[in-house]
């Protein structure tokens, strides 16, 4: 297969980077217009949904609600402002130009790779990195990844002083996104110094480099440096959510076992299921063997004085600081978080190998992608299962199971009993897993903690209590169903004190819904408050 002979191959390298950044363009719109229309998730989406509005608002991540890094916030707030609109359809739209700006650097990194252009493979890699661009509201977490794999492979095509200063801009740029992300972008950049003083073969001395490195991470983080310095509060905050994951939660997530492939149930689930779980088990296995083996074979070639590609000698030194994040809660969501810096490692691998077995490997890789992904992909799921349903949500039209719409049917019936109770836009408390559902009802949340997963300290809970009795809210929705089955992550117990506030102080409403974990609390009329 001869693809020099192809149109785009003949194209001078300006032309090319436009057809790529077409190429990238189109193949995300394409997915905008398959899923951005379908699905709703009222924990994680719901959070970051929130989030959004409050910030519209006029309120601070962290310091005012329970956020993630600021950084996602604002990029949305400001898209949405730009276009005009606060509905769902176009916070899904302001991530979905955060994910083509993701693809289109990938795409041009690739492209960069190979003095021979080679369309199928770009083409291949532009369908598998959006398909793991899962869910939508993770793209910035996603894209940070890519950004960081492409800042490595600038320094180390012509290391100097200015290419260190840019990769640690994109170091702390992609901390203001995700502070995981800095973290992960120092122990890539080390790895790359590492690399790069094995063969001295430049100039360039090691402490300037450093500086100017350290420089860029300062000036990448400068937005986050600011709002400690100017707004009032958020400086306190940020470093109690940082003391929090360090002390309190010791991780970054609630652990799930790994699916490795060998545990595949084959015969007890369909054929269809059993692949997807044993290509996603496949990919555990891969990123575990490629986070190792990829580092140990470029600095093993850099001792042999032979080249090899930036973008994989960049990869392969983010690979396993992102397989850190996967397998902290070993889902699909999470792999797909942390499978970019391989992902373009392994294209960057395939770039100039024989043509058959070239295209051959990237059509493999890309089929593996769709086939993990696939069956969590909300188009896919609607066109499945034929199940959707219409149901109005942040002003837009969302198609969404049976399942879902009856969750929004709740919500939306709790909010208008609500203003029954009150005379005025009744204050309503929902805990511990539905931070949509505020976001559903465009009202604000009683507590900081909007999603209140893990065991908090009692002077926190005190803390929550005390916002809690000041919004006085008239009902209050608790689901007590025990997180990933473990008994002690029921709200009761990560919770105990608002738990039984509620408990004191509410009364349950019979017959609310059907529901059996999402019950619902009227405030009691007759007794007074009492104190936890």
């Given at each position: 297969m001869n693809q020099i002979a192809l149109p785009y191959a003949s194209e001078p390298r300006s032309r090319r980077h436009f057809i790529v950044f077409l190429l990238a363009c189109v193949v995300?719109?394409?997915?905008?217009?398959?899923?951005?229309?379908?699905?709703?998730?009222?924990p994680d989406e719901g959070f970051f949904w929130y989030g959004v509005q409050r910030v519209l608002a006029g309120e601070v991540p962290f310091r005012d609600f329970m956020a993630y890094d600021p950084g996602r916030y604002y990029w949305s707030g400001a898209v949405m402002k730009l276009l005009g609109s606060d509905r769902l359809w176009t916070l899904r739209a302001s991530a979905a130009v955060f994910q083509a700006t993701g693809v289109y650097i990938a795409l041009r990194l690739l492209d960069r790779q190979s003095g021979t252009a080679r369309p199928m493979v770009l083409a291949t890699a532009a369908v598998a990195l959006n398909a793991w661009m899962y869910p939508w509201f993770k793209v910035f977490d996603i894209v940070p990844s890519i950004a960081l794999v492409a800042g490595l492979a600038f320094v180390l095509e012509k290391p100097i002083s200015r290419r260190f200063f840019i990769?640690?801009?994109?170091?702390?740029?992609?901390?203001?996104?995700?502070?995981?992300?800095?973290?992960?972008?120092?122990?890539?950049?080390?790895?790359?110094?590492?690399?790069?003083a094995i063969r001295r073969d430049t100039r360039l001395a090691p402490l300037p480099a450093l500086f100017a490195w350290a420089a860029g991470i300062v000036a990448g983080f400068l937005p986050i440096l600011l709002m400690a310095l100017l707004i009032p509060g958020f400086a306190l905050a940020f470093w109690q959510s940082i003391i929090f994951l360090l002390s309190e939660l010791k991780g970054t997530n609630i652990p799930l076992p790994v699916p490795w492939p060998w545990l595949v149930q084959v015969g007890k689930i369909s054929s269809l299921d059993a692949a997807t779980e044993s290509a996603q088990g496949a990919f555990f296995v891969a990123l575990l063997g490629f986070g190792i083996l990829a580092p140990l074979g470029v600095l093993l070639q850099r001792f042999r004085?032979?080249?090899?590609?930036?973008?994989?000698?960049?990869?392969?030194?983010?690979a396993l600081p992102y397989a850190h994040y996967s397998f902290s809660r070993a889902d699909t969501v999470h792999l797909a978080q942390g499978i970019f810096p391989m992902l373009i490692g392994l294209f960057a691998l395939l770039m100039n190998r024989p043509g058959c077995a070239r295209c051959l490997a990237a059509a493999l890789l890309c089929g593996l992608s769709v086939l993990t992904v696939l069956p969590a992909d909300p188009g896919w799921q609607c066109h499945r299962h034929a199940n959707c349903v219409n149901v109005e949500a942040g002003g837009s039209k969302i198609k969404v199971s049976a399942s879902i719409a009856r969750d929004v049917e709740l919500i939306k019936k709790f909010g208008n009993a609500a203003d029954a109770e009150a005379s005025d836009k009744a204050s309503i408390l929902i805990m511990p897993f539905w931070p949509g559902a505020y976001a559903l009802l465009n009202r604000k949340s009683p507590t900081w903690e909007i999603y209140a997963l893990f065991r908090r300290s009692q002077a926190f809970e005190q803390a929550e209590l005390d916002r809690i009795q000041a919004a006085a809210p008239t009902l209050a929705m608790i689901n007590d169903a025990p997180l990933d089955d473990r008994d002690e992550l029921r709200f009761r117990n990560t919770h105990p004190l608002i738990y039984q506030y509620v408990m004191d102080n509410f009364e349950l409403v019979k017959?609310?819904?059907?529901?059996?974990?999402?019950?619902?609390?009227?405030?009691k009329r007759t007794t007074p408050r009492t104190e936890p």
């Open positions: 995300t719109l394409a997915m905008f217009f398959w899923q951005g229309n379908k699905g709703l998730n009222l990769a640690g801009v994109v170091v702390g740029l992609a901390a203001v996104f995700g502070r995981n992300h800095g973290v992960y972008g120092v122990a890539g950049s080390l790895g790359a110094m590492v690399y790069l004085g032979t080249r090899v590609p930036p973008a994989l000698v960049a990869a392969s030194m983010l017959d609310f819904s059907e529901d059996p974990w999402n019950l619902v609390y009227r405030r």
